[in-house]
């Protein structure tokens, strides 16, 4: 298994940028889809954005497309969110997630097998 650490969250304005990354330690980085999910308060989680292995394919839940960009270093073992004109209802902790698999447009968290401790985003209006 992969062990995820993320970072990068914080307090911004609506309309606003934020980088989230995530540090993966272990072997074999590269053989990973890499997510990342949110979860707000007094909501269930929910997918936001997943790469492939090389980066080369990404899927993106509907109300994020446009404004975040998923990427991967795997040089670096780290991938990244970069979220633009980021919404207050974008607020929430954001996980990130590693999966053997690529699923097309279908992710669910149980498919991931390891996660990061999270990484608050809040988003002020």
């Known amino acids: 298994q992969v062990q995820l650490v993320e970072s990068g969250g914080g307090l911004v304005q609506a309309g606003g940028s934020l980088r989230v990354s995530c540090a993966a330690s272990g072997r074999a980085f590269s053989s990973y889809v890499m997510g990342w999910f949110r979860q707000a308060p007094g909501k269930e989680r929910e997918f936001v954005a997943v790469?492939?292995?090389?980066?080369?394919?990404?899927y993106y839940t509907d109300s994020v497309k446009g404004r975040f960009t998923i990427s991967r270093d795997n040089a670096k073992n780290t991938v990244y969110l970069q979220m633009n004109s980021l919404k207050p209802e974008d607020t929430a902790v954001y996980y990130c997630?590693?999966?053997?698999?690529?699923?097309?447009?279908?992710?669910?968290?149980?498919?991931?097998?390891?996660w990061g401790q999270g990484t608050q985003v809040t988003v002020s209006s």
């Open positions: 997630a590693a999966d053997r698999r690529w699923r097309g447009t279908l992710w669910h968290g149980a498919d991931f097998g390891s």
């Open positions: 790469i492939s292995w090389s980066g080369d394919r990404t």
